[in-house]
């Protein structure tokens, strides 16, 4: 395991050593200003979204025995992106506490309060059923996603950083602040070694109730304490990067070509390629600004759902024929 | 935290006094009183809906009950769920397990009681794994996608997996359905083997009577929730009780010193 771990980290630093030459203009080693710029403002973050969307993603399909489950499924994005946007409205403005926060940190607030909703009505009869979460799951994103778009046509004209598709699409906020990515890197972290431990669990809980528990699993408190944590850790990375969508589900499923379905070492390798695939993503958009008919740094989410839609296509249906 | 049972000092392995189920107004085992000892195999019988599964499910801990269930001597309340597992395995009628599931780790899933809080892999517990496969012909078979193997090899891995839990106890429900009669009986002889090799005490729900009382010790016999007859295979499996139990007559033809039951309809 601690081999897996020593040698999934160093994959993700050689990726990362490779993104850091990938600039907008050329392509080579840097100066310190401008590697240090990269590092911070994407390679970094960027990993940081990606470890956390992996692994909240292979939690998410081991507890809702769901291999299409990803980790805005309890409606972590739609809290975020519905929160980002009331935080702008005129009416909130004047509220001493609200603007006190920033957007992200408020947004961090709305997806854990959206997801606690989801998993209180899920857990109402102390009970988690999988098929339960992903229907609540669903109504609440819609509610959330409705919500938005109402509001949008209310107020349309709102002034603020970012604009709408910020919290759509998803993308690596640079305008997060300092404060706001420590905090989401605490969150991620604690939340990663939490899910480290329960990664045994996840193993039997997949069984299903009546074989979990007779090997000594408390399949609800498992099923709760999980779903609490990847929530937490999504929540955290949603907060300064809006949905960016498919690391959650491709990662673990490309992971498990690697190393089976062993949710102990699927969770350290899928949270390296989560973080390396997401810094890749990072370097390509960088990259395509160069490409002359592209004029603005496209969102990181349109890079993964549009490459990697495709991609895990190709790569399931060559699996299925093996 | 250890199990304070120590193997030997104990004949009852398994004792129910007065168990009743409910769900709901619905009275699902009424008032069952039976037990079982140590290195026995008792099948369970009886039609449908008879409540075999719901005895089987209780005994671990899943349903809620009246009365009592004595583990090794000792309540099932007072057990931890952990330390159960390290002394009754379950093996339900479909096993669980996802695509592309490797017969090493379904294996392996069975070592979950015994491991520490990081589970990880030691040098005993990848012994005592080939150990088991090798005794049940898994040995070639380790690194195969579960879903590749045929039925009576599947129901082995998952017999494995009980038996890597290392249990005093396994629970089987109607391990043998998806299986044609060649497996039934490869299946039901690979389990007498096993209780007598290791010592293992098996209860099994199933409906082949035939077969299973050709490779039982004890049976006990459900209808409707109660409990119709429970003892010696010869003394309890009259064609009366039989009879009433499946709401059929069946006759009983002897056959070289065993006998097998024929429905008369």
């Known amino acids: 395991m601690f081999v897996l771990l020593l040698i999934s980290s160093g994959v993700w630093s050689l990726v990362a050593i490779a993104c850091l030459m990938v600039g907008s203009r050329s392509v080579g080693w840097p ?64 509220v001493g506490w609200i603007s006190a926060l920033t957007p992200h940190t408020f947004a961090l607030l709305g997806a854990l309060g959206i997801t606690t909703l989801v998993l209180i009505l899920c857990g109402s009869r102390g009970v988690i059923h999988p098929v339960t979460v992903i229907l609540v799951g669903a109504i609440i994103n819609s509610i959330c996603g409705a919500v938005f778009l109402l509001l949008n046509s209310i107020f349309w004209d709102l002034q603020g950083t970012g604009g709408i598709l910020t919290f759509m699409v998803g993308d690596i906020q640079t305008t997060a602040s300092w404060q706001q990515i420590y905090l989401s890197a605490l969150g991620i972290g604690i939340g990663w070694v939490l899910l480290v431990v329960l990664s045994p669990f996840l193993n039997v809980i997949r069984l299903g109730e009546d074989e979990a528990s007779s090997l000594g699993v408390k ?24 949905p960016i969508g498919f690391i959650g589900l491709i990662c673990p499923h490309i992971a498990r070509w690697f190393c089976g379905n062993d949710n102990r070492r699927l969770m350290i390798v899928a949270t390296a390629l989560g973080a390396s695939v997401l810094t890749m993503a990072d370097a390509l958009s960088r990259y395509l600004l160069s490409v002359q008919f592209i004029h603005t740094i496209l969102p990181i989410g349109v890079i993964t759902a549009i490459l990697g839609g495709p991609f895990f296509l190709i790569l399931l249906l060559r699996h299925r024929r093996e | 935290m250890s199990s304070d049972f120590s193997p030997g000092s104990i004949q009852k392995v398994l004792q129910a006094d007065h168990l009743t189920v409910r769900l709901g107004q619905h009275v699902v085992l009424n008032n069952l009183n039976f037990e079982l000892g140590t290195g026995q195999i008792m099948a ?222």
């Open chain 2, 44 to 265: 369970l019988i009886g039609a449908n809906g008879s409540g075999k599964t719901t005895l089987l499910r209780t005994l671990i801990g899943r349903v809620g009950f009246e009365g009592q269930i004595l583990w090794m001597g000792k309540s099932i309340r007072d057990w931890s769920l952990r330390n159960l597992a390290k002394q009754v395995a379950y093996m339900p009628q479909s096993p669980s397990s996802d695509p592309g599931d490797r017969v090493i780790e379904v294996l392996r899933i069975g070592r979950f009681p015994h491991r520490g809080w990081m589970s990880l892999d030691h040098d005993e517990d990848e012994h005592l794994i080939r150990e088991v496969a090798q005794e049940l012909g898994l040995i070639d078979l380790l690194d195969r996608a579960i879903e590749t193997l045929s039925g009576g090899q599947r129901q082995r891995v998952f017999l494995g997996r009980c038996l890597v839990q290392s249990p005093r106890v396994i629970l089987l429900d109607e391990p043998t359905t998806f299986l044609d009669l060649k497996h039934q009986t490869d299946f039901y002889r690979l389990i007498r083997k096993l209780a007598e090799k290791r010592g293992i005490c098996i209860l099994m729900a199933c409906h082949d009577l035939n077969l299973a009382t050709a490779h039982a010790d004890k049976v006990m016999v459900l209808k409707s929730g109660r409990l119709l007859a429970c003892g010696n295979i010869r003394q309890v499996m009259n064609e009366k009780i039989v009879s009433e139990a499946f709401d059929m007559p069946m006759k009983r033809i002897e056959l070289n010193q065993s006998f097998h039951f024929v429905p008369l309809e």
């Open chain 1, 31 to 94: 100066e310190y200003e401008i590697l240090s710029l990269r590092l911070y403002n994407h390679v970094l973050p960027a990993s940081l979204i990606g470890s956390a969307l992996a692994c909240a993603g292979v939690t998410y399909q081991a507890i809702l025995r769901n291999p299409l489950a990803d980790p805005y499924l309890l409606g972590t994005s739609s809290g975020a992106m519905l929160a980002a946007y009331i935080y702008r409205l005129p009416v909130f403005a004047t």
């Open chain 1, 219 to 242: 399949i609800q408190r498992i099923r709760g304490l999980g779903l609490i944590i990847a929530s937490g850790v999504t929540a955290a990375a949603v907060a300064i990067s809006g």
